[in-house]
């Protein structure tokens, strides 16, 4: 399974704009991907996200300022976005991707 974030992609795969925050993720061969985060207490359930034409797969959600922990479940596996800002720590020590929103 090839799972990256979109490469075409100009910056990091989860940008803020008028709508609320994009996440992006390239997984074509994926059969699901579900965003989860410290924004939806980490349930796969709350953010599917929808697979695009190009094979990208993207969500978009409304998130406070501040700092924000999340991942992908890419076909029920954890994922860290490989162009997060960062990579943090969640509250069981467990790697995470890092995105401020400003």
Not at 31 to 42: E, I, K, P, S, Y
Not at 55 to 73: C, I, K
């Amino acid at each position: 399974m090839t799972a990256h974030s979109l490469s075409s992609f100009d910056g990091n795969s989860a940008r803020k704009d008028g709508k609320g925050t994009r996440f992006v993720f390239f997984a074509p061969d994926a059969r699901a991907v579900h965003l989860t985060g410290d924004f939806n207490d980490w349930d796969p359930s709350a953010h599917p996200m929808k697979r695009q034409p190009d094979g990208a797969w993207m969500a978009q959600v409304p998130l406070n300022h501040g700092q924000h922990h999340y991942r992908f479940l890419v076909d029920g596996k954890p994922v860290l976005d490989p162009r997060a800002e960062a990579v943090g720590r969640d509250h069981v020590g467990a790697k995470v991707s890092v995105i401020a929103v400003g």
